[in-house]
């Protein structure tokens, strides 16, 4: 590798597919002078049915790919992808990698009083055990009450996010973490921030919501890489390795803004080729 | 009604789709001469990801049918169908209403040693806690560990039961339970049936593999209102509310065996009119 990297370096941010620009709208929010290269396997989405191992894999390739760009730090923004791949990246890479879970996790065992935590995500995610396991670490006493939603994110896509019958979807799904008296509940899927203030109207206001998403975001500004010489507002450069129409198209509403350019990249050039980064990084597409 | 109820009447067996199928399979299996109407309400699949209220005013509307084509029970073949509408069927219906979960929950119960079981089903069928509360109600001290594995449906319905992706898989969404040391497993879903081999593999030869399906089956001998006069061999009548062909293709797999006709039922007559049951029952397709 023949890139400096240094703090005006871009973020390198991946995802499945679309669900982790919910982490780049937090990251724009937090650290607005980041420059980002953000990557959607949208040819492999979703990760969730797929083996751990092969997760593992395509985590693996496309983490070596941001590498190859100059990235002074990547940010696995897709739960699935986290729990399969962080640690072996991690430990691959001389650059710091975080993924989305342990923020959450931190941000959970912060925030409850009772220590009783709710989590939900897909059942993937869920029946993982990343975030029992991540909040153990953290204080072995917490209760933890969790429930696969796999619905919400069929909804979400659909653009579907506060229709009567999604309210009564939410009432039936979380119904068992109301009872339970958690008084925190995990986003632990990147698609739910998108219905965060449904989720909190089905839990009631008492109980904190909190998104993994914007914690991971605040994780990356604790880190202090920040891009603190560089312009008020950074560039973001958009990879998808489906149809990028597509990609514009939806990933907008994730992103809660207008995305302008986004370049095709094929399997073969994540898993085979290594990309230039472009010597000027003003020239990113914004 | 003018019809009058006796042994040789038919029952009536009903789901969302073609998953109950595997409920009628076992009802072959243990009661070969009965008389059987099986309704599939292809139009509306799946129930689970729709609000409970609405699934039960589906459970209503056909059951009310089915009575009305003078069965002599009626067997909500559907985990999602049981939970959100058997009690007011049952409450409601001058004949036996029997569901899934209670028969699987009550074997369950029967067979485990050390008072650990676990449960795996959909995200609906899981997060409604139907079979905590129906394995509590007989005893209170079992310790229940359950797993949403909605994944495992995408398998069944394209056909891929054995293929070395899904044993990936099932050991990735199994491997709490098989931590847990649970000594029996509840098969809560009536796709899940097609894959038992698959899931006792993963769970290992000592975990008692629990068919709800089955067990519903064995529940119908115990009630004692067999066709003990009939012909070896009864007769099932088949309606969909969708594409009766589309039926006849996929739903063969789940019966285990070929299935002639398949009748198309509107939503209109299911819930606006009453068909006439034919007055002699040997008319009915086999």
New interface residues.
Partial sequence: LTHEINSRSPIGVFDSGIGGLTVLKEIYRYLPAENVIYLGDTARVPY???????VKKFVLEISGFLHAQGVKLIVIACNTGTAAGLQSVAKLLPVPVIGVIDPGAKAAVNTTKTGRIGVIGT??T????SYDAAIKKIDKNIEIVS?????FV?YVEKGETDSP?LV??AK??L??LIDSKVDTLILGCTHYPLIKDLISEAMGKEVSIISSAEETAKEIARLGLSATGAAANGKSRFLATADPEDFKLKGSRFLGRAIETVEHLSIEDLSGSILEIPADIESLVE
Same sequence: chains 1, 2.
């Fill in positions: 969730g049915p797929r083996p751990l191992e092969e059942a993937g869920i029946n993982s055990k429930a696969a939603c796999p619905i069929e019958e009564d979807l039936f799904h119904a068992q």
